[in-house]
């Protein structure tokens, strides 16, 4: 009876201070990733997030590029937040990498001072970092055009 008050109490402390027991750091760390992204993108750092894109998509936007045309395309208003939703592994096939490279799709909530949405975005493990990539529709875009938006 110990036992089971003592693993009830632990269950409790967890609960309350937002720990998940079963979190996944690797999911975690994927989920920061497009979170850190996605607040770079709207304080307008775009050659910050530029700098976390996977190299193989950095071969088809240079940094200089990627800045240039986001600058083009407005965010929607002031980011008031970013939750993370879901975390889950996947193989994706995208242009610019190899099929089916495994990879964590993140669905986020979006919440701004005009607009809120819920995105899902893909990232990839690079040496000991997650990078992001861009959609199929973008990348290939990118190989045609200096700024396919």
């Known amino acids: 009876m110990a ?3 003592t693993l009830l109490a632990v269950a409790l402390v967890a609960l309350a201070t937002g720990c998940a027991l079963t979190e996944d750091s690797e999911d975690h760390d994927a989920g920061a990733a497009v979170k850190t992204v996605l607040e770079l993108e709207y304080f307008g750092d775009y050659g910050g997030a530029w700098d976390r894109l996977h190299p193989r998509h950095q071969q088809l936007v240079t940094r200089k590029a990627y800045e240039e045309c986001r600058r083009g395309i407005d965010v929607k208003g002031t980011i008031d937040s970013v939750v993370i939703l879901d975390v889950q592994d996947t ?8 099929p089916n490279t495994p990879a964590k799709r993140v669905k986020v909530r979006v919440v701004t ?11 990839v493990k690079v040496g000991n970092q997650w990078r992001w990539v861009l959609s199929d529709k973008a990348a290939r875009g990118f190989e045609r055009t200096a700024c396919p938006a």
Do not use: F, S
């Open 113 to 123: 001072d005009e607009t809120e949405y819920t995105a899902t975005y893909h990232v």
């Open 91 to 98: 193989a994706l096939t995208v242009y610019g990498l190899p």
């Open 3 to 5: 036992l089971a008050r």
